[in-house]
């Protein structure tokens, strides 16, 4: 139950020639779930194993609440932290797996026994309690993997590395819940790492986005759909993403066009359509309708520029052919040189 | 079920396989039962004696003795080799410049000569000259392998720890290297001790390899002939005779054809039965799992 704080922190790896992770300053407030989001490759498994120890930073300091925790090791670090791929102890039971971490810190029996049947019964393993580890399928062990980082009421943060990959899709949602309403009840920080942008848009409190070992934005998910810090944010959150055309907004309203310095972000969502005859919005042309169910995808072109709309079901969308677009001018962003313009 | 054509007579491609594996030991060894139910009086005169050399062998009180000294030799090897072997293989770094020096420096014995390593041993713990027996002298023992049974004893089984012990210690090395990082890790994240990552993390991936170290060690041990022969000809007195070395002497030095033949199937098959009963114990529970 502590603040994370990272001051001026930076990780280069033995032999690498470049940063894994550029000197940053990141805090992820108390109690909180942070989402950590990115593309592969951009340092979020190495950021999270300097919070928990695991890596001892080039440059920079960790702290967790009061204390700079540095110089210590994971063990001393009170985090626990759950990894992609599976890690079970083959020869404990699950209970024994459970109660793993805790014994190794002193817990008394009775403790033990009692959080480790408290966090089974929260991922679903109750039943597997006293059965060996052995030969149970992955997203099983990945299940038990994650008692073990929720089972200790003492931590600091519990730190979870893309936690879900093991698992069957289908029972992804499911065990989501489960992470949340355990995260409710131990109240520490939980930061989740994942490259799934709809992954940490569902569980995040706060979303953290990196790019190329560096953090490009931190907010809330709807503070990052609104108001993308730069045009990696805009293309990189959302489904699809945000259009990107040359222009801006003057006065009210889009208008495209200009050097190419200048880029207006409008969200799918916020694009609509016009009769073709009429003199609203720019000339368009559809090319295809996407009929995903619950909304239909437009993929139009103005000019030689791709332009998606996202019109939700029940509002008619238009047929393949010559139309206008029109933008939501208030919910577009202007980029300037790749960055928000304020 | 597919409607594939059948065609048998893929099955003659299996032909090479069986001759040369006919050649290499099926013909070797009918030659040997041959010779172990007959009495080969001379090249043209042989008489059909039965069961009656591998009563004889089994009776022999000398064999019997071989057999106990083969028996304790091997139990010492495998006692002293698999744990020793499997504690430097923990000590070997991962990698880094490090690794690949340590591990040619630890193979360099398993590549001289098996008569070499008993020269090489035999001038090694000599008393007057060698730099072994020298240096226990110096420390005040009373040492000479020679004369006493017992620094025989010991000076075999120096020489065969330091032959094979890297041979355990390259297995082992090899299959703690396939012990998966993310699983250090979360140990200690879970706050566990070095030796709770070897019992539940190390331990458990090491158990193929180290089936096959124990295998290979006591397959080997317990046919241990050319070191000890130049090392100490079996001597003082029979003290470090083992069985192989028991059976040519029954064979070649007093042409005794039938008994050592008989006697060597018993050998064979003891071995062959030693093996297997290890190898089934040590794959029973995976094979369980696997059910
Ligand atoms: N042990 C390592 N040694 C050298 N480079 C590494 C190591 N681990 C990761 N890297 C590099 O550091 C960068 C960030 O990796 P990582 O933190 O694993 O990214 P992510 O978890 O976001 O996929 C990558 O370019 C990766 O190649
Ligand atoms: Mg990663």
Known sequence: ???????????????????????????????????????????????????????????????????????????ERGVAQVFQFPVVYETMTVRGNLEFPLRNRGVPAAVRRRRAEDVAARLDLDALLDRSTRGLPADVRQRIALGRGLVREDVAAVLLDEPLTAVDPAARGALRDS????????????????????????????????????????????????????????????SPGMNLLPGGVEAGAVRLGGDGRRVVGVRPEDVRFAPADGAEGVAADVEEVVDEGHRRLVLARIGDRRVVAAVPDPEPAPSPGACRVTFDAARAVEFVDGEAAS | MSERPRDDRSWWLVLPVVLAVSFSAIVPLMTVVNYSVQDILSPDQRVFVGWEWFRKALRDPELHAAFGRQLGFSAAV?????????????????????????????????????????????????????LGGRAARALGLD??????????????????????????????????????????????????????VFRHVELPRLKSVLTIALLLRFMDSFMIYTEPFVLTGGGPGNATTFLSQTLTRLAVGQFDLGPAAAFSLIYFLIVLATSHVFYTALTRREREEGR
Not at chain 1, 22 to 50: Q, V, Y
Not at chain 2, 152 to 181: I, S
């Open chain 2, 143 to 196: 040492y000479d392998p020679t004369l006493d049974p017992v620094d025989a004893w010991a000076t075999v089984l120096a020489m065969d720890v330091w032959h094979w012990t890297p041979l355990v210690t390259l297995l082992a090395y090899a299959g703690l290297k396939a012990v998966p990082e993310p699983f250090y890790r979360a140990a200690a994240i879970d706050g566990a001790s070095r030796w709770q």
């Open chain 2, 78 to 130: 495998l006692l002293i080799e698999l744990p020793f072997g499997l504690g430097l293989a923990l000590l070997m770094p991962r990698r880094g410049a490090l690794a690949g020096f340590s591990m040619a420096a630890l193979a360099l014995p398993l590549l001289v000569p098996w008569n070499v390593v008993g020269t090489v041993w035999q001038v090694f713990s000599r008393p007057d000259i060698g």
């Open chain 1, 1 to 75: 139950m502590a603040e994370i704080e990272l001051r001026d922190l930076a990780h280069r790896y033995a032999g690498a020639a470049d940063w894994a992770l550029r000197p940053l300053d990141l805090t992820l407030a108390d109690g909180e779930i942070h989402a950590l989001l990115g593309p592969s490759g951009c340092g979020k498994t190495t950021l999270l194993n300097l919070v928990s120890g695991l890596l001892s930073p080039t440059r920079g300091a960790v702290r967790l609440g009061d204390a700079d925790v540095t110089a210590l090791g994971p063990r």
């Open chain 1, 179 to 238: 992470l949340r309403a355990a995260h409710r009840r131990i109240a520490s920080t939980l930061v989740y790492v994942t490259h799934d942008q709809g992954e940490a848009l569902a569980i995040a409190d706060r979303v953290v986005v990196m790019d190329h070992g560096r953090v490009v934005q931190q907010g809330t998910p709807r503070e990052l759909l609104t108001r993308p810090a730069d045009v990696f944010v805009a293309r990189f959150l959302g």
